[in-house]
């Protein structure tokens, strides 16, 4: 099955759902969803968060599987939490499990993009990746 389009090709503006349906009865219900987080994940935060937990969380064994550095998988890792809006103000982390329905994603963060900046002019992280992210934050 093809993976949902979370943004625009034309405009890169964020899709939304109208219609789901049931493959079994066909039932159609018609109306306005949003896609999941993870579905409007570029693919390269996608599949970086893959091998991250097909490593269990070892970041060593995602050191050893990308061939890179272990501050380029914290690096990395820090993006796509960014990406997926589970940084909060002072690097701190917010809940994963959502206690209340998660709000549709705001605009551009300021916050998320100037953390990303500054990531990059200390070097913690490369332009490639600070490109990535801040792509992301649309």
């Known amino acids: 099955m093809a993976k949902i389009l979370a943004h625009c090709p034309v405009c890169e503006g964020r899709l939304g759902i109208t219609e789901i349906a049931c493959n079994q009865c066909n039932t159609r219900i018609s109306g306005t969803f949003d896609t999941c987080r993870f579905c409007q ?3 390269d935060h996608l599949t970086f968060i893959e091998v991250f937990l097909r490593c269990e969380g070892n970041i060593s064994r995602v050191e050893k599987e ?3 550095s272990y501050p380029t998988v914290r690096n990395r890792l820090t993006l796509a939490l960014a990406a997926l809006n589970f940084l909060g103000s002072g690097d701190e982390r917010l809940p994963i499990v959502p206690t209340t329905p998660v ?3 705001p605009p551009v963060n300021e916050h ?3 953390h990303i900046l500054e990531a ?9 990746d600070a490109a990535l992210a801040l792509r992301d934050l649309k």
Do not use: H, S, Y
Request: overall charge neutral; cysteine-free; hydrophobic content about 40%.
């Open 103 to 105: 709000p549709p994603t």
């Open 112 to 114: 998320d993009r100037r």
């Open 41 to 43: 994940l570029a693919p």
């Open 66 to 68: 990308l061939g890179i």
């Open 120 to 128: 990059l002019a200390r070097g913690e992280i490369g332009a490639e």
